[in-house]
């Protein structure tokens, strides 16, 4: 047995987001409501690592949690490639290009409440043709470089509060074999 | 600069979640709306490892994305204390119970979208009390055990795809001292 949508309808939208009433049935053959909260456009999380090997973080205040956050820059695709919308963020808010960008996982956020995919990204080749900071309607107040062992006493201590961005660093640590 | 609220109306709300939406001035002073989902209450991410040193997992049928997913058990703390909750929800998925449950860090999931704090939870001494697979009405369909080895290589080949799994296991691969 699994889901089945009996009827949906519109709530809300917004240019970012939509959020759907479903009528479903649940696995055990229950019926009930399921909010569904769909966002537009895939994201980009982009885990950007300077040749020196430091992680280059963005330092920005959050409006829906009301407090500042230090995370990997990140955005929504706007409809356009990936990669090209992984470049865009990553020299929007760091100042950085990046030589090479690889594909490292598609995720959902969320889950239990909405239809959020995004795609993790590696930055790597860094070069600096920016200076970065965002567009100026985002919040972002830092550009910060952290080594790794510094990331990771950071999440040990729990102030990296973000999710995507602890996401995002679980897969980059796999894939530079930071893992053991 | 930062966001500024000038008024906020209740557009959606189920049990769950509640959407609003609000008039904001942006950090760059332009005006705007922001449309935030709120989770009802923050949610728990239990990472639970065996004295084996396996981690369980539940795989499971995601409504809002169409898909199995293979995650950490997780919930709603429904109000109350947050080890409790994840005591309640790693009982109830995987039929463990844990003799230590350490808080490693808060998280916020979508937070471009939501405020939707949670708590990632490490549980350990784990003893079998149930037969897991959850209330019935979640789509459990089957409860793992993954050795880091076996998690580190499916996070590297992108079949884990819960955002939240794989933040919570950075939290966990750092506290078990599995990072370099």
Chains 1, 2 share one sequence.
Do not use: C, K
């Not at 909010?35 to 456009?41: N, T």
């Not at 950007?48 to 695709?77: F, K, M, N």
């Not at 919308?85 to 594909?103: N, P």
């Not at 107040?141 to 080594?147: D, N, Q, S």
């Amino acid at each position: 047995m699994t889901w089945e949508t009996l009827s949906s309808r519109r709530v809300y939208e917004n240019p970012w987001i939509t959020v759907r009433e479903d009528d479903v049935r649940r696995p055990d053959g229950t019926p009930g409501i399921y909010g569904v909260v769909e966002v537009r456009h895939p994201a980009v999380f982009v885990v950007p690592v300077t040749d020196a090997g430091e992680v280059v973080l963005v330092r920005q205040h959050r409006y829906t949690i009301g407090r500042e956050s230090l995370e990997i820059p990140a955005g929504g695709t706007d409809g356009e490639d990936v990669l090209a919308a992984a470049r865009r963020e990553l020299v929007e808010e760091t100042g950085y290009d990046a030589g090479d960008l690889r594909l490292l996982a598609e995720v959902y956020s969320l889950n239990g409440v909405s239809r959020a995919p995004g795609h993790v990204v590696l930055a790597t080749g860094l070069t600096r043709v920016g200076a970065g900071g965002g567009l100026g309607d985002e919040g972002i107040t830092a550009v910060e470089h952290l080594a790794w062992p510094t990331l990771f006493e950071l999440l040990g201590a729990g102030e990296i509060h973000d999710g995507e961005t602890a996401a995002a660093l679980m897969y980059a640590a796999v894939a530079l074999g930071r893992v053991r």
